[in-house]
């Protein structure tokens, strides 16, 4: 891909515009329910950048991931946007889009080819896989991890040229910044032995070399000490603080995470490409693939392994990209298995330049190979970006809205309660009451440990007057949860609805109790539930005294 006429500030300076333009559409886009609330409405974000919210960053943990970062970036939005959804949009657009210019630039360092550096910047900018990680406000930690290991890449390659310490102190500086936006990062410091390999050539293209004896790779290990050092540090807290969020062994034994993995990672190569049935949510499932599938996945991964292996010598940015995307995948693959997903489109924000390195400098030579005219190359690229914009532009407005994102998610995985939970909620909150029904019922037939959606079929019922069956499930709820406060105030107010007034009593005293215990006694539902009390006692002629203690209804 020749572009003789064109500097490299004007190149990148393309790429990102393009790469705004093709996503522009979500500054039209609302938030959605899944984790939006968690994090823009956040106490802390909602107060913008103080000392508070900046020392909170720093200590505060969201399922025992650090964050530090995004949550700094989300109170910046706030206090230049307020709660304005396009706002948080822009920020995450800009970002993504700056991150598809540094990355040629970068490439391009490393490479000294303009052609193929361009294509990679170009796959990574409008590739579907990552319409999830620019719409997705919540998925802010990619865009800032990645945008800071660009920038320790490029802090990088300034020591290997200039061999001043000053750079290995910005890539360590870099990587710190990374880590604090995404921990899953520690496997940078790899990623630089992969690097000194290919394209920087410290390692010797072909193995056994003087070059790569054992005494001279070591010496490029230790040379990155800092940086393992710090790995080691942000490995060690992250294992600790996630190990009671980790799934047992028991309840997801070693082979069927052993399977799952190498399935899931052929799914990602296959939706690399050919990305159709994205989704929000992959649901986790429990039990084994089958053996078909674990012996065919496994046998594809051995086989591009092997076949960057044996064709190192003429084109090593095959095995140069094929590590780097097992390699920058693995921490996400689910070895550690965590939380109820099985793989995210968001996953592949990093990992998927590995797969993209492999097409870019591939192409012109699988074109010299077949002898293709000069004309090709440019043809086929405008193809391959083309069809990436194309499927962009076909995923991006199912993030438009929670309605848009959980009916398709429903759509591409049927059997998904999470999905079914998110649309019957978003749903209900156009007001369709009725239809989200369906849904919550379909959320509980596929788990019915699923809290909220029992705690939303509740509600509907509530709305739709059904007090017998909006009481049951409720109830069903504290089955679950026996200690969570809104749900005893709402049954206290449905029982009352019925006129079973103790009923309505013992649970409206729960509420009180637990909101004194949780927000204390001036809290403005605190008092609502006292006042309710009193009013019960008046409406029923009962006598508090006539009720068992708080301990005992417990």
């Known amino acids: 891909m020749k572009l003789p006429q064109w500097s490299p500030l004007r190149i990148a300076c393309l790429i990102f515009f393009a790469a705004f333009s093709a996503f522009v559409p979500v500054l039209g886009f609302d938030f959605v329910s899944y984790d939006d609330p968690i994090y823009v409405d956040n106490v802390y974000v909602r107060q913008g950048l103080t000392a508070k919210g900046v020392a909170w960053a720093f200590t ?6 650090s964050q530090t970062l995004p949550w700094l970036s989300l109170m910046l939005d706030w206090n230049l ?50 319409v999830e990680s620019v719409a997705w406000v919540s998925d ?20 290997i040229k200039t061999g001043q310490r000053r750079w290995m102190a910005g890539t360590t500086l870099a990587l710190f910044l990374s880590l604090l936006s995404k921990p899953v990062m520690v496997i940078l410091p790899f990623l630089l032995l992969l690097l000194d390999f290919w394209p920087l050539n410290r390692l010797g293209r072909a193995f056994p070399t003087a070059e790569n004896s054992p005494a001279h790779i070591s010496g490029l290990a230790l040379e990155k000490a800092p940086l393992w050092v710090l790995t080691g540090v942000f490995s060690w807290v992250a294992y600790a603080g996630h190990a009671d969020y980790l799934a047992s062994r028991e309840s997801f034994p070693l082979a069927a995470r052993l399977a799952n993995a190498l399935v899931n990672y052929a799914i990602y190569v296959y939706q690399f490409v050919w990305p159709h049935g994205l989704s929000v949510h992959y649901p986790l499932t429990l039990t084994l693939h089958p053996v078909g599938n674990v012996v065919g996945a496994g046998a594809l991964l051995l086989a591009i392994t092997v076949a960057g292996f044996v064709v190192r010598k003429k084109t090593p940015f095959v095995l140069t990209g094929w590590l780097w995307f097992l390699g920058t995948l693995f921490p996400l693959i689910g070895l550690i298995k965590a939380g109820d997903i099985d793989r995210a489109d968001r996953y592949m924000y990093f990992p998927l330049i590995g797969l993209a390195l492999i097409v870019a400098w591939g192409l012109p030579e699988l074109l010299k190979i077949v002898r293709a005219p000069s004309w090709t190359l440019a043809a086929v690229t405008g193809v391959l970006v083309a069809a990436c914009i194309g499927g962009s532009l076909k995923q991006l407005p199912v993030w438009e809205n929670s309605a848009t994102l959980f009916k398709n998610a429903v759509n591409v995985t049927p059997q998904n309660p999470l999905a079914h939970n998110g649309l019957g909620a978003a749903l209900y909150e156009a007001g369709e009451t009725e239809k989200s029904l369906r849904h919550f019922q379909k959320t509980i037939q596929l788990d019915s440990g699923y809290f909220y959606a029992w705690h939303n079929l509740g509600n509907a019922y509530t709305d739709l007057q059904r007090y017998p069956e909006a009481i049951r499930s409720l109830q069903s709820a504290l089955k679950i949860n026996p200690n969570h406060v809104v749900v005893h105030f709402k049954l206290g107010k449905l029982y009352d609805q019925v006129g079973e007034g103790k009923k309505a009593i013992e649970h409206t005293r729960l509420a009180e109790f637990f909101l004194i215990k949780n927000y204390g006694p001036d809290f403005v539902k605190t008092r609502e539930a006292q006042t ?7 409406k029923y002629k009962l006598n508090p005294k006539q009720f068992p203690t708080i301990v005992e209804l417990r």
């Open 60 to 65: 505060a943990t969201h399922q025992n991931f």
């Open 81 to 130: 946007y307020g709660r304005n959804p396009a706002g948080f949009h822009f920020t995450s657009l800009f970002l993504h889009s700056l991150n598809s210019a540094l990355l040629f630039a970068v490439a391009l360092a490393f490479t000294g080819r303009r052609g193929p550096s361009a294509l990679l910047a170009a796959l990574f900018a409008f590739h579907p896989l990552h």
């Open 140 to 159: 802010r930690k990619d865009l800032l991890a990645t945008f800071f290991a660009f920038l320790m890449l490029g802090a990088y390659h300034r020591y």
């Open 532 to 538: 309710r009390l009193k009013n019960y006692y008046e």
